[in-house]
């Protein structure tokens, strides 16, 4: 189930990615492992699991893109790098709004920004957007538990 989870939104994300940018999905399975595992312990469709993930591992990626810059030389290489990331950032945002996620974007956007900073001075706290994740999944079904109670 965990794999089906993770090859359904490796595909979605691939898909929705233009086929332009040359991005590949190069993530390691331990790198979304934990947010599918996540996400499995609630009761969401499996449609919106899927999104959520993909969204999660556009961010995953733009980090992974940006971090890599500190190890290159300036150069095509490096643009290249700085350029996926940037795009991978603007998408996750535009895959939220197209998914109508909302409150995810709401939520997550802040933390993002937050990693961003750390890492410029030079304290990456990259483990913020997984704990930012878990937070969302449990307000996302605090409020709906809620909403079928009343």
């Known amino acids: 189930m965990i794999t089906a989870l993770i090859q359904d939104a490796c595909q979605l994300l691939q898909g929705d ?12 399975r331990e790198d979304v492992l934990t947010a599918a595992h996540l996400l499995l312990q609630y009761d969401l469709p499996a ?6 993930l993909s969204i999660y591992m556009a961010i995953k990626l733009a980090l992974q893109r940006h971090w890599d810059c500190q190890l290159l030389e300036p150069g095509d290489e490096l643009t290249r790098k700085v350029l996926d990331g940037d795009y991978l950032y603007s998408f996750y945002v535009q895959q939220c709004l197209r998914y109508d996620e909302f409150s995810l ?15 410029v001075e030079g304290r990456p706290e990259d483990e913020r957007l997984e704990k930012s994740f878990e937070v969302f999944l449990r307000l996302e079904h605090h409020r709906n538990t809620t909403r079928k109670a009343i």
């Open 17 to 28: 990615i233009s086929p332009d940018t040359g991005i590949t999905l190069n993530l390691d």
């Open 47 to 52: 449609e919106r699991q899927i999104r959520l």
């Open 105 to 119: 974007l709401a939520h997550l956007a802040p933390t993002v920004k937050q990693i961003q900073i750390k890492r």
